[in-house]
């Protein structure tokens, strides 16, 4: 088992375009999670899958903000139009049961 | 997460214990969180504890939980430079975590 997998790794880009970052959860793992940290602050709960079900989306998740998990294995995050104040760390995390959440490395995500 | 709170730093010579604290508001949560951030790496979950517990050990790792103060805390005995991080509270039930309490362990 290698663990969650995030693609890309850093991503930098111009402010109003649109991107993309990926997620492999742990196989087998039916939950999985996306978290935005900045610096000096914890992870921010933006939503949440079982299987290809989305069952809970944060308030923080505007418009611009859209989350699938199309086959109940691997999900994307895309971010519409993105704006300097998206720049942060975006975590996504798996798991089994309610407890027990795998973190990914995390892309890092900078709006020029 | 505005409804957990953490002291942001602690500062501890190696050998000592360690007691990072945390406070939420959320009375409901089932289980409670601790988990471990090491610079450019990802978190990694180091215990929890279900909410009608007291207390939980796990190695050097003592988790207290007050129910009625909302009051969570991490006792790391021993400290070791390794152990230096930030650590994070986190509740289950909104998925909240704290701002992090920066841990540095002074040789």
């Known amino acids: 088992d290698t663990g969650v997998s995030q693609d890309p790794r850093h991503k930098i880009t111009k402010r109003g375009q649109n991107v993309t970052f990926r997620c492999d959860p742990i196989?087998?793992?039916?939950?999985l999670y996306w978290y935005r940290q900045t610096l000096g602050q914890g992870p921010e709960f933006l939503t949440y899958?079982?299987?290809?079900?989305?069952?809970?989306k944060s308030r923080l998740l505007s418009d611009r903000f859209s989350a699938e998990r199309p086959k109940g294995s691997f999900s994307t995050l895309e971010i519409q139009r993105t704006e300097q104040g998206d720049s942060a760390m975006y975590l996504c995390?798996?798991?089994?049961?309610?407890?027990?959440?795998?973190f990914g490395p995390g892309t890092r995500l900078t709006v020029t | 997460g505005e409804d957990v709170e953490q002291s942001l730093f602690l500062s501890v010579r190696e050998g000592d214990s360690s007691v990072i604290n945390c406070t939420y508001t959320?009375?409901?949560?089932?289980?409670l969180y601790w988990y471990k951030q090491e610079p450019g790496a990802g978190l990694q979950l180091l215990t929890y504890?279900?909410?009608?517990?007291d207390m939980k050990q796990d190695q050097r790792l003592t988790v207290l939980l007050n129910k009625k103060d909302k009051h969570l805390s991490l006792r790391i005995a021993d400290t070791q430079t390794g152990d230096s991080a930030i650590y994070f509270c986190?509740?289950?039930?909104?998925?909240?975590f704290g701002t992090g309490t920066s841990l540095t362990v002074i040789p």
């Open positions: 995390a798996s798991s089994s049961s309610i407890h027990e959440q795998y």
């Open positions: 899958f079982q299987n290809e079900a989305q069952l809970e």
């Open positions: 504890i279900f909410s009608n517990m």
């Open positions: 986190a509740e289950s039930n909104q998925f909240y």
């Open positions: 959320d009375s409901s949560s089932t289980y």
């Open positions: 196989s087998e793992h039916n939950r």
